[in-house]
């Protein structure tokens, strides 16, 4: 057989995944607003660990898919709560979340390193009424710090600024040792250090840390595009400043973004 026939599909099959990237489109969009849904954390993880296979396995196919595809994985393997979401998967990061008291109790800090779990022994959390503690975060072992410190300026020796570089410095375990205060411990950690291009390294992360910030803006201004209800007008009003600000850093497709936000409050 051809290698064309092989990847041809019947219309069936296209109808199908037609459907399932429709359902997969349509769930991805209650995910990207889950800061705003009054339902309950437990009402819509209940929702998306229901969605059949089929639409789970599109999603990494879809924009912005992936965190919401891992997030659905991460509650059927037990891995996090039925009413809560691992802090890194937040869609657009907890800089969306103007209820900082929704954000405590959606939100799951004490995530183990998925490389470290096997499978059969993965272990079930209860599910329960109150976020856990941060203290831990406040508690930072310096060993692990020490231990972390070199793989952690050997990435900032070789980043760029670019989309793929953050995500794989902020995806690495030894960054996702600090918690969701990973900003400022790392910027301890240098600060603390003897190294000798420590001035640089300095510099090189907090530019990698407006970087990370102006992504944000970026994934928020697309949602509000998206759904302008998601802000009032007044709300958009007073963000325009910082939306005009970061937008800029993505040359002339900020600059059109932020025209378009801008449209919203006219």
């Known amino acids: 057989m051809a290698e064309n026939d092989k990847n041809k599909i019947s219309f069936t099959e296209f109808q199908a995944k037609e459907r399932a990237i429709a359902v997969g489109k349509k769930y991805l969009n209650l995910f990207h607003q889950l800061h705003v849904i009054d339902a309950g954390l437990t009402v819509l993880n209940k929702e998306f660990i229901a969605l059949p296979d089929e639409v789970v396995a599109i999603l ?6 992936a965190k919401f595809r891992q997030h659905i994985q991460n509650l059927k393997d037990g891995l996090t709560p039925i009413d809560k979401i691992d802090f890194d998967l937040l869609p657009f990061g907890e800089e969306v979340f103007e209820d900082k008291e929704l954000l405590k109790k959606y939100v799951q800090y004490d995530v183990p390193r998925r490389e470290n779990i096997v499978r059969e022994e993965r272990k079930v959390y209860p599910v329960r009424e109150e976020r856990v503690t941060t203290q831990h975060i ?27 570089d953050l995500e794989a410095f902020k995806s690495k375990e030894e960054v996702r040792d600090f918690g969701p205060e990973w900003k400022s411990k790392i910027t301890d950690l240098i600060n603390k250090s003897n190294v000798p291009d420590k001035a640089n390294l300095k510099k090189v ?10 992504l944000n803006v970026w994934q928020e201004c697309v949602a509000l595009m998206k759904n302008p209800k998601l802000k009032s007008v007044e709300e958009i ?4 400043p910082e939306y005009k600000k970061y937008l800029n850093m993505f040359g002339a497709s900020g600059k059109s973004l932020y025209e378009k936000i801008e449209d919203l409050t006219k």
């Open 60 to 65: 990494g196919e879809l924009a912005g898919g």
């Open 138 to 164: 406040d508690e930072v072992d310096s060993d692990l710090a020490n231990d972390n410190a070199k793989v952690i300026f050997d990435l900032l020796r070789k980043f760029q600024n670019n989309p793929k």
């Open 205 to 214: 992360f907090d530019g990698l840390c407006v970087f990370d910030y102006a």
């Open 237 to 240: 009003v007073s963000k325009l």
